[in-house]
């Protein structure tokens, strides 16, 4: 079975009542954090200069953008709001996907779902169905796709925000497949982009190419639906593996359940180690000797910087994180790494007796701690970032997450709101600031 | 030099005094070309989709729509635009670029103009580097992007189209090659769209992307400004074969002056004939025993029905097209080709006589006609598409073919518009029905 067929028929059949509760659990829990990113991003250069474009161009008040109380067209809302939401670069990550899965889709899927009226719930499953399909195509494309200079986050997601507006708009399957295929001829995204706005812009790109694509096919576009996967569509032309695994189980497993989530606003290679640290909290900072950190090479020459002066420099620092999460300050809180906490004495002291050494036995995505305490004692914690973690357990660090970025009682209602799935407009507002 | 540097400093640096009269001429050659056809094309199903989308989106007046009096914004203009004025295939097309040079270029030099104001002297200089430019770009790709499935129109265009956008806004070079670098993570465009709407759809998305791109950029946008040939940049991505003859005396000579124009609304396949046809006229079909054509034997599968009783199918027929020029029907008319011109006796009993044949030793641009008449004698002509078109001649061939698709006054007037560089609202507005 061709695999624009699959997806097709998974976005446009699959049951609101099929999908198991623990993928549409993962999908609430990520648009807490995705809006709590989202807001957390709205000034950042990226955000307001898509924002200003899209305001100077006004238009029907259809969905809401991150930020700014002004509604505009889907179109636009969904372009603004997938380069806003990933300004910070803080939001859910699929490592099979290769990308950023929720940036690309949600932003279509609320801005169709608000342009249309549609509830709470439908805009969930959508943009459930949206991410899955996504990493699906994802993994077909494969590692050479990334490799080549591709970002999945605006190739293979623009496909599943085509496919979420899609269903959104009530396509049927053959409509689905149409959606595909012209974008097909629209999705794109280079990561010669990184470390520029370029990259946000990326995910903001596939949100709005998915919702214009099911636009124009509610309307009657006709595209070559087969553009996807022909042989000079989509996949063949940009460097696409064609791996059918992708396809393997779709509607029955939810890969979407496997997303990752940052809890800590610094560089990825910095986490493991906090996470392993936190296991050994509550520690006062007299307590301590020393810290060990054994981390992957590859991380040395990335975020070991010793004595960095600056809150950029801070979120490359194994000493300087550690001693701030110790110290108590939140480093889920962008704001935490300034200038002034790498001059602040406590800080310095702590940081100074943090030791990090290379060890090619630990994976790129773990970290082993040893606290040495002052009594002689040692206390030692490892993390792995691809550890499983209990829905329980990573919905209690989303919201403190998000209580970190939002406010306490703004996060949990906020919370309270998307469980309920009782009304979108009542989500949105939460994007205000 | 790197050619994004090149191609920046020939935006934003060439002065309009220094563009020799035979580039500008051109530019206004195809700017009653591209207005003719668009207009002619305004109520294709691919026109209508599109402009309903943007006019459902609504938004600040800035610049025309061809075929509708609601203006929209810059961004959106452009997009409906390229769609509609590429939707009848019947627009130009440069063969070193392999694609349409001005249905991606015009359409968003056009809506920048007009969003802020401009004149129209402005207005074509920018859009003649914005094809030229497009056109170096395509060569730079080269054959391999386009066998590779790659559509240049799309992709090429959506450069041209952005340095076209970025001049009017006044960007300078180094604003100019952050927009092909932003570019680079947003063009796109396959052929496997070719034979759906989809196809004209490029066109509207090269504009539109480069719209996008320099508003950005105006606003302060920070891209990869290397990204259109660093080593994962657009270039290499995307099968470009870095052919730097496409940047070769760029600003010397303008490759624009060798763009092809359509001067048949039929298969390209059969102008060649009916322009070796057109050397023998007039001639009265009651003195023609029989027409023999000899032409390139990759044409015979393709546009040689010998009784087709479709307009379609007239489109794709050696002895109707002949036949219907011969009898004074105006083959630059769409609505020349029909089904009551199949079963016109005359047409049929003409088309009846028309002898075709494959001949290797003809090019696939070219067609040897040789009409045998009732007397005995025989009249030859060998007409080749590529061969030059004085100046002259091609703007009294495009100035007939306006008057056929606007009406004599309505394309005499715009044709005076355009020379007269006056006023660009004045031009915009014949592109109302």
């Given amino acids: 079975m061709k695999i624009t067929s699959q997806l097709a028929d998974f976005a446009a059949q699959t049951q609101s009542h099929d999908i198991p509760a623990p993928a549409l659990r993962m999908m609430q829990l990520s648009l807490l954090d995705w809006a709590a990113v989202g807001i957390a991003g709205h000034d950042e250069p990226v955000s307001r200069l898509t924002r200003d474009m899209v305001l100077a161009e006004g238009g029907v008040p259809q969905a809401s953008l991150i930020g700014h109380a002004t509604k505009v067209p889907a179109r636009a809302a969904a372009l603004v709001n ?83 507006a899609a269903r959104l708009m009530g396509l049927d399957a053959a409509g689905c497949a149409m959606v595909l295929g012209l974008l097909a001829t629209r999705a794109s995204g280079l990561k010669s982009q990184f470390g520029t706005m370029g990259k946000p812009f990326n995910a903001g790109l596939a949100a709005a190419n998915g919702v214009e694509a099911a636009d124009l ?72 000797a020393r810290i060990e950190v054994a981390t992957h090479p590859r991380w040395m020459t990335v975020c070991n910087q010793t004595e960095p002066m600056t809150g950029l420099g801070a979120k490359f620092s194994y000493g300087t994180v550690l001693a701030m999460q110790i110290l108590g300050h939140d480093t889920a809180v962008l704001d935490s790494y300034s200038a002034a906490v790498c001059v602040d004495p406590a800080v310095q002291a702590l940081r100074a007796r943090v030791q990090v050494r290379a060890d090619d036995s630990v994976a790129e995505t773990a970290a082993r701690v040893r606290i040495v305490l002052q009594d002689g004692n040692s206390l030692d914690a490892t993390h792995d970032l691809n550890a499983p973690l209990s829905p329980d357990l990573r919905q209690q660090k989303l919201q403190t997450k998000a209580r970190s970025l939002l406010g306490a009682e703004r996060a949990d209602k906020l919370w309270s709101r998307i469980t309920a799935q009782d009304d979108i407009e009542g989500f949105a507002d939460y994007l205000l600031p």
């Fill in 82 to 164: 997938g380069a806003t939401s990933h300004a910070l670069d803080y939001d859910d990550t699929h490592f099979a996907h290769i990308g950023h899965p929720s940036v690309a889709v949600i932003p279509a899927a609320l801005a169709v779902a608000q342009a249309r009226g549609l509830d709470a719930a439908a805009f969930q499953v959508a943009a459930l169905i949206g991410v899955e399909a996504s990493i699906r195509i994802g993994i077909w494309l494969g590692r050479d796709h990334y490799q080549t200079g591709f970002h999945q986050t605006g190739t293979a997601g623009a496909f599943g925000a085509g496919l979420a």
């Fill in 217 to 288: 096919v509610a309307r009657g576009f006709i595209a070559n639906p087969d553009a996807l996967e022909s042989p000079q569509g989509f996949g063949p032309t940009h460097a696409g593996q064609n791996r059918s695994e992708g396809l393997q189980s779709i509607g029955k497993e939810w890969m979407f359940e496997s997303v990752s989530h940052k809890f800590h606003a610094c560089c990825h290679g910095l986490h493991a180690a906090l996470e392993a640290c936190l296991i050994l909290a509550p520690l006062k900072a007299g307590q301590i």
